[in-house]
């Protein structure tokens, strides 16, 4: 699926059309050059499942989990990682395979530990305003 967005306030129809195309995935993950508006899409995402905390990039402590009408939702940031192993150490599994939404930043960063089905999201800058964002579901 190929969606197009012109600005932020296209945003949260967006967030609806990706959750609708994933269906039952709760796995997903961005794709994007640094400042193409990874975190501010999952903010969107996170507000169409309910979550009224503060959505932020977890830059530094690589996880932050928000509460979500009916179940947590975690946002991961990988970007700082050193190796795959920092992952591990986490113990990344817990979240991965909890049924919970992951919305992961940085994926290419734990190429080997993602799981084989999720939602690929990928965030190509046309402009300062522009985006075109790639949707495929991956099983």
């Given at each position: 699926m190929d969606l197009h967005t012109t600005s932020t306030a296209d945003l949260p129809k967006t967030a609806n059309q990706i959750l609708n195309f994933a269906g039952n995935s709760r796995i997903f993950l961005f794709y994007g050059d640094m400042g193409a508006g990874k975190t501010t899409l999952i903010k969107s995402l996170c507000e169409k499942l309910g979550v009224s905390d503060s959505v932020t990039s977890p830059t530094f402590s690589i996880v932050?989990?928000?509460?979500?009408?009916?179940?947590?939702?975690?946002?991961?940031?990988?970007?700082?990682?050193?190796?795959?192993?920092?992952?591990?150490?986490?113990?990344?599994?817990?979240?991965?395979?909890?049924?919970?939404?992951?919305?992961?930043?940085?994926?290419?960063?734990?190429?080997?530990?993602?799981?084989?089905?999720f939602t690929g999201v990928r965030i190509h800058v046309l402009d300062a305003n522009s985006r075109q964002i790639t949707v495929e579901n991956i099983s």
């Open positions: 932050n989990e928000y509460k979500g009408t009916d179940s947590p939702v975690y946002h991961f940031d990988f970007y700082r990682l050193k190796d795959q192993n920092e992952a591990l150490d986490m113990g990344y599994e817990e979240y991965f395979y909890s049924g919970n939404y992951c919305f992961i930043e940085w994926p290419e960063k734990i190429a080997n530990l993602i799981p084989d089905s």
